[in-house]
T-cell receptor, first 113, second 112 residues
């Protein structure tokens, strides 16, 4: 298995632009998580899905952020409009039923100028 | 709200030393405790998972323990090697297992 695949690996954009981050979880995993990592706040859970259904989005910072999982093999995290304070590494992770052991992707490093 | 603290923030040791990384959490209702490794520019790799009914886990040169009553977990690395150099993060969860609260990490450098 290729693991959790995220794209793009690096994104540089200007304030106000729309950003879409993509994730392909491990086949057969029921849970998908989006985490954000910054120097100031460390790793924080943004949202997670179970069987493509959003279960907890309490970590989504504001309405500019949205996440979808249209099917079991694909998820997106969208920021519109982006702001400099959104600059971070965004990680996607997936886990099998039970959600105990997460496999993380390599992350998408976002820089908003 | 669960808060996780890791001490020390950074550690530099010579190869071959045994070392201990510490993690403390504020809410004893923690259910699972996990230790991860993160290499620069990479994602996280799960090292050890201590489930609610367990007190420790071992994998090779790594041993992790969990004491819920004191709100502490330790990661013991035996006979450290330069390849162990990385950031080590601990994370706790309640019954929503994947909803992890992470510490800030310990940056470990093992020099030859």
């Amino acid at each position: 298995d290729a693991g959790v695949i995220q794209s793009p690996r690096h994104e540089v954009t200007e304030m106000g632009q729309e950003v879409t981050l993509r994730c392909k979880p491990i086949s057969g995993h029921d849970y998908l998580f989006w985490y954000r990592q910054t120097m100031m706040r460390g790793l924080e859970l943004l949202i997670y899905f179970n069987n493509n259904v959003p279960i907890d989005d309490s970590g989504m910072p504001e309405d500019r952020f949205s996440a979808k999982m249209p099917n079991a093999s694909f998820s997106t995290l969208k920021i519109q409009p982006s702001e400099p304070r959104d600059s971070a590494v965004y990680f996607c992770a997936s886990s099998p039923a039970g959600g105990m052991v997460l496999t993380f992707g390599a992350g998408s490093r976002l820089t908003v100028l | 709200k669960q808060e996780v603290t890791q001490i020390p923030a950074a550690l530099s040791v010579p190869e071959g030393e045994n070392l201990v990384l510490n993690c403390s959490f504020t809410d004893s209702a923690i259910y699972n405790l996990q230790w991860f490794r993160q290499d620069p520019g990479k994602g996280l790799t799960s090292l050890l998972l201590i489930q609610s009914s367990q007190r420790e886990q071992t994998s090779g040169r790594l041993n992790a323990s969990l004491d819920k009553s004191s709100g502490r977990s330790t990661l013991y690395i035996a006979a450290s090697q330069p390849g162990d150099s990385a950031t080590y993060l601990c994370a706790g969860s309640g019954t929503s297992y994947g909803k992890l609260t992470f510490g800030q990490g310990t940056i470990l450098t093992v020099h030859p």
